[in-house]
């Protein structure tokens, strides 16, 4: 079993910035080989892949929304995930949630593919 816990969560104004933590604990990725996805959901929206990270972090992926203003990086010696967040714009608002899943060199993009979650951190972008 994976715990996820998300931090960094916040009330920015448009152009700021903002660093998500995910810390994991249990079965943590220090030892077992885990990819790591961070989701995001707005309010009457589907939940949207934002950004993952394969274990060795030689595969990244970022959506289109977010591609050069976010940046998704690992410490696998800390089990901790993080979501660079630049530029941020209203429309980034939601709440952030990341996710982990075993494999070794896979890189999923589906939320249906990973299953451990945290309970997620709101972010607000205020223009």
């Known amino acids: 079993q994976v715990q996820l816990v998300e931090s960094g969560g916040g009330l920015v104004q448009a152009g700021g910035s903002l660093r998500l933590s995910c810390a994991a604990s249990?079965?943590?990725?220090?030892?077992?080989?885990?990819?790591m996805g961070w989701f995001r959901q707005a309010p009457g929206k589907e939940r949207e892949t934002v950004a993952a990270i394969s274990w060795s972090a030689t595969r990244t992926y970022y959506s289109d929304s977010v591609k050069g203003r976010f940046t998704v990086s690992r410490d696998n010696a800390k089990n901790t995930v993080y979501l660079q967040m630049n530029s941020l714009k209203p429309e980034d608002t939601a709440i952030y949630y990341c996710a982990a899943e075993w494999t070794i060199a896979g890189l999923p993009l589906s939320a249906d593919e990973y299953d451990y979650w945290g309970q997620g951190t709101q972010v607000t972008v205020s223009s």
């Open positions: 249990g079965r943590t990725f220090r030892n077992y080989a885990m990819a």
